[in-house]
């Protein structure tokens, strides 16, 4: 188990304080246990790069560290009427789409990592999830703006990689 490998399992570990603080409104707080967590994404990939710490594993859980971070507040603000269902059911079945494919390739032995649209893509929820739980002005229009580039960042990985959608 790898120190990279270690964050991102610590990120995961601490997804529930972050759900909690926001479901009970403590903003300022939620806040910064969600950039926290966000920015440890960038910490785990910075020491598995730079130590050589790189994994098939941390190439898995990564990802999915995201997935659930982003997709578990998303549902979070929705419940508060903070954010737009249909922006966070789009966000969400893009994020099983690109899972699906990433699934599929891993069968063939071969990990997919995010191309630099979806880090992208990342980078703009983020900042539209910390909008949101502070209820600030065009919160709700940042978080379209993650939709669409989430979706021409999708298209573009499922085009990359479509060779892995018609594997049996």
Not at 28 to 42: E, K, N, R, T
Not at 49 to 72: C, M, T
Not at 74 to 93: E, R, Y
Not at 119 to 145: E, S
């Amino acid at each position: 188990m790898t120190l990279a490998n270690k964050v991102t399992i610590a990120r995961i570990i601490f997804i529930p304080l972050a759900l909690i603080m926001v479901l009970n409104q403590v903003n300022g707080l939620a806040a910064l246990i969600f950039l926290v967590l966000s920015f440890s994404d960038a910490i785990d990939g910075y020491i598995a790069r730079k130590y050589n710490q790189v994994s098939d594993l941390g190439k898995l859980l990564d990802p999915l560290a995201d997935k659930i971070l982003i997709i578990s507040l998303l549902i979070a603000l929705v419940s508060l009427g903070k954010a737009s269902v249909l922006a966070v059911i789009l966000l969400t079945a893009r994020e099983l789409i690109v899972s699906g494919l990433r699934t599929s390739a891993a069968k063939a032995g071969v990990i997919l990592p995010a191309g630099p649209l979806g880090k992208w893509k990342t980078i703009l929820q983020v900042i539209a999830i910390f909008m949101l739980i502070l209820d600030l002005p065009l919160a709700n229009l940042t978080l379209w703006a993650a939709v669409l580039l989430g979706y021409i960042s999708g298209g573009e990985y499922l085009w990359q990689n479509q060779k892995y959608l018609h594997m049996k």
